[in-house]
């Protein structure tokens, strides 16, 4: 099964990256642009059928090793 | 309206990051993960109510801006 990870920045935290983007955006003429957030995007490929068992996998796999817990949230999904 | 751009390396195109975090994933006991392929994901706050207009604007400014269209392929989703 594939689950695909979204690991994204806390709400609370800043992030340069996006605000940086949204800068760039603006100057070239996209003035409708108003906020950028810039996260992470992983596809996993996991041997199983049980996609309840995947999404599990997929949940703790982001926990220990995709995202940092302190300033990232992620959100899984199993297609 | 928010539109999600998710950006990916295409299939020919090899990801090194995501062989890492495969091999790292293998020594960690989770040996059911096949493939891992690490992409970019961002979230555009557009100022507008038509969900045409965002998506494709959102569309102009990924392949303008966040992708680069040579070796990456992008996917935009409204929200």
């Known amino acids: 099964m594939r689950a695909r990870v979204f690991v994204t920045l806390k709400p609370s935290v800043f992030d340069p990256q996006g605000r940086t983007i949204v800068e ?3 100057t070239m003429g996209y003035g409708d642009v108003g906020d950028v957030r ?3 995007y992983f596809e996993l490929e ?9 999404k599990a996998m997929a949940a703790e ?10 300033i990232e949230s992620y959100r899984v999904e199993i297609v």
């Open 24 to 26: 760039a955006l603006h």
């Open 38 to 40: 810039q996260g992470k």
């Open 46 to 54: 996991i041997e199983t059928t049980d996609s309840a068992k995947a």
């Open 61 to 70: 796999v982001a926990d220990k090793l995709l995202a940092n817990p302190v």
